[in-house]
């Protein structure tokens, strides 16, 4: 994987991730250490919830998020180090059985007035289940390093070329 510095970006990029598929027990683990609510941790209590069955805490999904986000194509110097976010919606739920990837959209890019060494770019992830429904949406603002003299900027090439 290469990292992007902040001129290697461009409004209108997108990034993609691997997958990753969401077990019952994975669901049940998360809940009991961080959220632990009937409708995360139950089958049959989930069944009577709002839900109508075993649901993913919100929260899981944004770490299931985070990871893919980490091992995907969507590498910028220094790492993701957020600044804000505008937006953090879970349009459906995450079930047992998904298999969650991870799409990354530039949306803003703006070099930083104070600081010469960082820049900022505004990102929309999306988190999708195996029926490209979105199941997390966000909009972050990233705070990313800038190429340094003498640091060359990385040749990117086509997956397809090999």
Do not use: C
Request: hydrophobic share 40%.
């Amino acid at each position: 994987m290469v990292e992007l510095f902040f001129e290697d970006f461009a409004v209108g990029q997108t990034f993609g991730s691997g997958r990753r598929k969401i077990e019952a027990e994975d669901i049940k683990r998360f809940a009991a250490e961080f959220d632990p609510q009937p409708f995360h941790l139950d089958e049959e209590a989930a069944r009577g919830s709002l839900f109508g069955g075993l649901a993913a805490s919100g929260w899981h999904t944004a770490a299931l998020t985070m990871r893919l986000l980490v091992e995907s194509d969507f590498q910028p110097a220094g790492g993701r180090i957020g600044a804000s976010f505008d937006e953090l919606r879970w349009p459906q739920p995450v079930r047992p059985g998904d298999e969650l990837r991870v799409e990354t959209e530039i949306l803003e890019i703006k070099a930083s007035k104070s600081k010469p060494e960082i820049g900022f770019i505004k990102v929309k992830v999306t988190t999708l289940n195996q029926a490209e429904r979105a199941v997390q949406e966000y909009i972050a603002n990233l705070v990313v390093q800038r190429r340094q003299k003498g640091v060359r900027k990385p040749v990117l090439r086509d997956a397809r070329e090999g």
